[in-house]
T-cell receptor, first 113, second 114 residues
């Protein structure tokens, strides 16, 4: 089956701008989670969506938001970008019968200048 | 709250050496435990998992045993290869909550030299 697809793979923005990242899950997976990966903080949980509802949220400011569509595709948005938002943003999807295993995309690498 | 502590490395080994990466956790209840691997330029892939105490997860020559008494899930491999060079993450998910929220350790960079 096709894997988790994230777009865009790379992007460069300037401070104050906003960005939208997209994630298409594995067919049949209804849970989509987002993680931020940085050298200093490692992998940090942003939020999880299931059936278009946010089910869990990490400890990030309100500038970070997300949503999930009826086809389970998800987007995350970061507004008023700061230099510290430069990171690899990973999307992970899961489904029933996967025993809690998450399947990760290759990530979207965001650089804020 | 939940937390995972793993040796941060970097770890540098020669081919065919024995590998151990330590991982301990703090969690309420009985979490599921995972090792994920990230190869350069790629996302994370599940390496192995264990869902209850004394379970042993294994894959590609790697093994880890869920030790409830020591709250540990150490990763081991008897003979590493150059192709094992990657970053390894220990992670847990708590039962009772969402199975899809993982808490990760900071990762251990492994470099295997020929």
């Amino acid at each position: 089956k096709a894997g988790v697809t994230q777009t865009p793979r790379y992007l460069i923005k300037t401070r104050g701008q906003q960005v939208t990242l997209s994630c298409s899950p594995i067919s049949g997976h209804r849970s989509v989670s987002w993680y931020q990966q940085t050298p200093g903080q490692g992998l940090q949980f942003l939020f999880e969506y299931f059936s278009e509802t946010q089910r869990n949220k990490g400890n990030f400011p309100g500038r970070f938001s997300g949503r999930q569509f009826s086809n389970s595709r998800s987007e995350m948005n970061v507004s008023t970008l700061e230099l510290g938002d430069s990171a690899l943003y990973l999307c992970a999807t899961g489904g029933q019968g996967e025993n809690g295993e998450l399947f990760f995309g290759e990530g979207s690498r965001l650089t804020v200048l | 709250g939940n937390s995972v502590t793993q040796m941060e490395g970097p770890v540098t080994l020669s081919e065919e050496a024995f590998l151990t990466i330590n991982c301990t956790y703090t969690a309420t209840g009985y979490p599921s435990l995972f090792w994920y691997v990230q190869y350069p330029g790629e996302g994370l892939q599940l390496l192995l998992k264990a869902t209850k105490a004394d379970d042993k997860g294994s894959n590609k020559g790697f093994e880890a045993t869920y030790r409830k008494e020591t709250t540990s899930f150490h990763l081991e491999k008897g003979s590493v290869q150059v192709s094992d060079s990657a970053v390894y993450f220990c992670a847990l998910s708590s039962k009772g909550g969402s199975n899809y929220k993982l808490t990760f350790g900071k990762g251990t960079l492994l470099t295997v030299n020929p």
